[in-house]
């Protein structure tokens, strides 16, 4: 399958993504241990793992950690390059407008998600930055892979943030 990417290898298969996925979910799983919002990103460049991590907003008091930036910037800085033009994300849930506008700006070619975010989601289902012809940069999209894991992640920690009766506007 050619996504025209520019990548000069095969692109990888859906069990290539869905194990790539795994090691999102397992970040997405140690924010839901530290209190974040579970959301995981993974980035391989050039084929290898450059960048993994976890949403750390609470912890960081840093509204811009979102698990896509951080991972992004791990890779950008093992790079040595800002520009990803050989990378594929992977990140638990569809990114925001924040992290999809730094998807374009690291011209990513490839952003694999779990679980789709039809109120907010920033790539394609709410705003579409990452198919927008006026930017620079278009992303194709992979979506759905893992699904029933990501959402499952996602709703139980909001399940039990009720359950605590802890106010879900902390995590916006
Ligand atoms: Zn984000």
Redesign the pocket.
């Known amino acids: 399958m050619n996504r025209g990417t520019g990548m000069n290898r095969e692109p990888p298969g859906m069990a290539v993504h869905e194990a790539r996925m795994r090691l999102a979910l397992r970040q997405a799983k140690l924010a839901a241990e530290a209190g974040e919002v579970p959301?995981g990103a993974v980035v391989y460049n050039g084929g290898e793992l450059a960048g993994q991590a976890w949403n750390q907003t609470r912890m960081l008091k840093d509204p811009t950690a979102?698990?896509?930036?951080l991972a992004i910037t791990q890779a950008a800085s093992a790079a040595g390059d800002w520009r990803l033009v050989d990378s594929i994300l992977y990140v638990t849930k569809e990114?925001?407008?924040?992290?999809?506008g730094a998807i374009v700006l690291a011209r990513i070619p490839l952003v694999v998600w779990g679980m789709s975010d039809p109120q907010r989601g920033?790539a394609v289902s709410r705003f579409q930055i990452l198919q927008t012809a006026e930017l620079n940069h278009r992303s194709e999209v992979l979506t759905g892979v893992l699904e029933a894991e990501c959402t499952a992640l996602i709703k139980d920690f909001f399940k039990k943030r009720r359950l605590e009766s802890k106010n879900d506007e902390d995590f916006e």
């Open positions: 959301v979102h698990a896509e930036m990114p925001c407008p924040m992290c999809a920033g």
